[in-house]
């Protein structure tokens, strides 16, 4: 079965630092979709960024970059020039492929929270 | 675009009572919607995957007799918690998914408490 790992249940980066959150998954499958979500006070899920199985390219969106080690299955975020507004709950998640009966299905980590210091 | 609507954001209810929570995709369609649990500092917990027009498939150790799932249309999807007691309180989300490329977008979520 497919599992997702976040093992810092919690981060805290000094305003306009880096931070990298780190996730690890298990899968048997090649192509596949990776994800990593933010949760804010507001619990509304934002997707930050993601990335698929056969780009070896890293995604990158703005501030936010992955590091993606497909055979190590290792997928962290890391977090540029810090704001406030980053403060939240991130999680990483994996899809499921969509050819198999759970298709579509997201897994997610545990999550970790994430404080911005001023 | 891809906006999810959940109503109520927030319910109270009296213990045996039901309460209906619904998730709307407004501006696509969606094939699948996927209701999800929460409770504070944890990770989402999938309840549920429907599809409209058939019975929602559920995730081991969901009661399908009490969280009772309609997706009568390709725009809404229902959550009723039937007979709910203090222990259903939670936080509810739903994610509706396009067929293509099959990406998922999540509603702002619903509060329950039970009393």
């Known amino acids: 079965a497919q599992t997702v790992t976040q093992s810092q249940p919690e981060m805290s980066v000094q305003e306009a630092e880096t931070v990298t959150l780190s996730c690890t998954y298990d899968t048997s499958e090649s192509d596949y979709y990776l994800f990593w979500y933010k949760q804010p006070p507001s619990r509304q899920m934002i997707l930050v960024i993601r990335q698929e199985a056969y780009k070896q390219q890293n995604a990158t969106e703005n501030r936010f970059s992955v590091n993606f080690q497909k055979a190590a299955k290792s997928f962290s975020l890391k977090i540029s020039d810090s704001q406030l507004g980053d403060a939240a709950m991130y999680f990483c998640?994996?899809?499921?492929?969509?050819?198999?009966?759970?298709?579509?299905?997201?897994?997610f980590g545990q999550g970790t929270e994430l404080s911005v210091k001023p | 675009g891809a906006v999810v609507s959940q109503h109520p954001s927030w319910v109270i209810c009296k213990s045996g009572t039901s309460v209906k929570i619904e998730c709307r995709s407004l501006d696509f369609q969606a094939t699948t919607m996927f209701w999800y649990r929460q409770f504070p500092k944890q990770s989402l917990m999938l309840m549920a995957t429907?599809?409209?027009?058939?019975?929602?498939?559920?995730e081991q150790g969901v009661e399908k007799d009490k969280f009772l799932i309609n997706h009568a249309s390709l725009t809404l999807s229902t959550l009723t918690v039937t007979s709910a007691h203090p222990e259903d309180s939670s936080f509810y989300i739903c994610s509706a998914r396009v067929r293509w490329p099959y990406e998922q977008y999540f509603g702002p979520g619903t509060r329950l408490t039970v009393t």
């Open positions: 429907s599809n409209e027009g058939s019975k929602a498939t559920y």
């Open positions: 998640a994996y899809r499921i492929p969509s050819l198999y009966n759970q298709g579509g299905k997201l897994i």
